[in-house]
């Protein structure tokens, strides 16, 4: 027996020197790890591993769902960020993720539709009201009435408070360094780095 190996998975537990790499945690770990790397296939298939041992974590499915983006497999990413909203459909991220993925694809109306509702569950979010405008949402645009920020739609008055959803700093626009298609930031949803 190797030195190094734990007698029993409990043992190691209590010690803390068990290798947790196969767990979902420790794939979790690695799949950031890889997308920080920008090896983002490569992220994705430790992801998958996660995903299968536990099917109804968030947070695995946001990690795989951008990392499938990013590797260029935006069906598949369609596929897991509907996942993600099964388990949490008020996810305003997932809703943006699925919106920018479904249109990668092809699906513009079913994309125009979860655009609408992330700009819904969050809407001070220049990066989703941006990507709304881009696909030809109607009401992307940012208003502030009151101090709140909302989004102008049909019928919303207050033309002069409004101002368009995108500036000179809008994340999504090339200069600022990602595309305007880009889903996710390597490390969450961000307003200062799309996917």
Not at 31 to 50: C, P, S
Not at 83 to 96: I, K, N, R, T
Not at 165 to 193: K, L
């Amino acid at each position: 027996m190797d030195a190094r190996e734990p007698l029993d998975p409990q043992s190691a537990r209590e010690t803390g020197d068990a290798d947790d790499r196969e767990s979902p945690y420790g794939l979790l770990r690695r799949g950031q790890d890889l997308m920080r790397g920008r090896h983002f296939a490569q992220a994705a298939i430790v992801l998958e591993r996660a995903a299968r041992m536990e099917p109804s974590k968030g947070s695995i499915l946001e990690a795989l769902g951008r990392a499938s983006y990013n590797a260029g497999d935006h069906a598949r990413a369609a596929e897991v960020f509907a996942e993600l909203l099964e388990v949490d459909p008020s996810a305003h991220y997932a809703h943006y993720a699925l919106g920018q993925s479904l249109k990668q694809v092809g699906r513009i109306d079913e994309a125009r539709t979860h655009l609408r509702i992330a700009v819904a569950l969050a809407p001070g979010s220049r990066l989703y009201a941006s990507a709304l405008r881009r696909i030809g949402g109607e009401g992307a645009t940012l208003v502030v009435e009151g101090g709140a920020p909302g989004i102008a739609g049909e019928g919303a008055g207050g033309a002069a408070r409004a101002r368009p959803a995108a500036d000179a700093g809008d994340p999504e626009e090339p200069s600022a360094g990602a595309g305007p298609d880009a889903p996710y930031p390597p490390t969450g949803p961000d307003e200062g780095d799309p996917f």
